[in-house]
């Protein structure tokens, strides 16, 4: 999600994650058995894998927990045959919305999502009415107090496309092909990212008040809780006086 303040988005969606951490560990291992079953078991040869374990490790789960991912994922079980959907809609105040999807059954999918837009007062777009407004990049978030002139040069030598003062955040963003490799050169220089992810990024934000905010902020609660539901994206500029009222 875009807003004023993007360690303030990523710190509000971090306590959502810890309130209902088994939901997002079962999230997770379905996309390491989608990624283990689509490009290899091999993390070194599969990027998709490489990714995704990162993020699992990133959320504390048991590296045997990501192992039986894998495996299951190598061994074409049966009943792991997801597909990947997106789905585009207008939130509170015209505010554009992605919602993508991992699921077995889509006609399950497509309602949960459906209803959960109509909850709000919203409703979902054809395909293509909100996804060009987005472009899929790499992003990463690193703490305010690590040294910039640091961060740039070695993010700027790694490939990265571009680094932004946030003021209580830095981002730098690469392409999507890039992003591994990036977060990794810079691991390896002592730099740890607090967040970084494979997004899609909005090209142009729209400004709210509070009260609608707070409005698209439940939307995209509801949208995440869905079992379904693997990512959320929004074009909405949220303040941060909104996440205080959740």
């Avoid at 509000?12 to 390491?32: L, M, N, V, W, Y």
């Avoid at 309602?111 to 407004?133: N, P, Q, T």
């Avoid at 830095?170 to 490799?181: A, I, K, L, R």
């Amino acid at each position: 999600m875009a807003g004023h303040s993007k360690w303030a988005n990523i710190k509000h969606r971090k306590a959502a994650q810890d309130a209902k951490r088994g939901k997002i560990f079962t999230k997770i291992i379905r996309e390491i058995v989608v990624a283990a079953k689509s490009g290899g078991p091999n993390p070194e040869d599969n990027p998709a894998l490489r990714s995704v374990i990162d993020k699992a490790l990133g959320a504390n789960m048991k590296r045997d927990t990501i192992d039986k991912a894998i495996a299951r994922g190598a061994g074409n079980a049966d009943g792991d045959n997801y597909e990947n959907l997106t789905y585009e809609g207008y939130g509170p105040g015209g505010v554009a919305i992605l919602v993508e999807c991992l699921t077995d059954n889509k006609n399950r999918t497509v309602a949960e999502v459906r209803y959960a837009f109509s909850k709000a007062g919203s409703e979902l777009g054809i395909s293509g009415s909100v996804a060009y407004l987005f472009e899929r990049k790499g992003q990463l978030v690193y703490d305010a107090s690590i040294d910039e002139d640091k961060l740039m040069e070695a993010a700027l030598e790694a490939g990265a496309e571009d680094i932004v003062n946030h003021e209580d955040s830095f981002e730098v963003t690469t392409t999507p092909e890039d992003f591994q490799t990036v977060k990794e050169v810079l691991r390896e220089k002592g730099l740890k990212e607090e967040d970084g992810e494979v997004a899609m990024v909005p090209a142009v934000q729209a400004e709210l008040d509070v009260d609608t905010a707070v409005k698209v902020l439940r939307l995209i609660d509801r949208l995440e809780d869905l079992d379904d539901t693997q990512n959320v994206y929004s074009n909405a500029d949220i303040p941060s006086e909104a996440y205080e009222q959740l």
